[in-house]
């Protein structure tokens, strides 16, 4: 019984170390209120979904094609949304979020919240899906 407490309390401290030190990946939002629609687009309702309240909020989702989709909050205005495609723009590995980046763990590329390259090899821009928002659902496709 000991021991397992044992184990316990560094299981406990070895969890907060390595998140003090930032190395295990922080989980994405997974969007609420989604609904994929006939014509293959996707639905995201924004009640559903409060990270996108504020600017620089990300939820994600994937489409019906398998394309992994960060929907981010880039300004105030009800209608400021972008729709980013998370496979990076040098080889196409899949981003994940790091803080207030994304980042490619293939080559260490970076890219902003918003899609822009910080950090190379790679040259281009997240791809952007369109959109249409109004103030209570975001169409992605
Ligand atoms: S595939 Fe992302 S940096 Fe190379």
């Known amino acids: 019984m000991v021991y397992e407490k044992d184990v316990s309390r560094r299981a406990v401290l070895c969890g907060l170390a390595l998140l003090t030190l930032g190395l295990i990946?922080?989980?994405?939002i997974a969007a609420s209120g989604v609904?994929?629609?006939a014509n293959g687009k996707v639905e995201i309702t924004l009640p559903k979904n409060p990270a996108l309240k504020k600017v620089g909020g990300v939820v994600q989702f994937t489409n019906n094609q398998g394309i992994d989709i960060a929907l981010v909050r880039t300004g105030k205005g009800a209608t400021a949304f972008k729709a980013l495609n998370l496979a990076c723009t040098h080889q196409g590995y899949p981003l994940r979020k790091e803080g207030n980046k994304w980042v490619c763990d293939n080559h260490l590329s970076n890219f902003s919240i918003a899609g822009a390259v910080t950090k190379g090899p790679a040259e281009s821009p997240l791809q952007n899906i369109p959109l249409k928002a109004t103030r209570t659902k975001v169409t992605v496709g």
């Open 35 to 37: 609904k994929v629609l």
């Open 25 to 28: 990946p922080e989980n994405a």
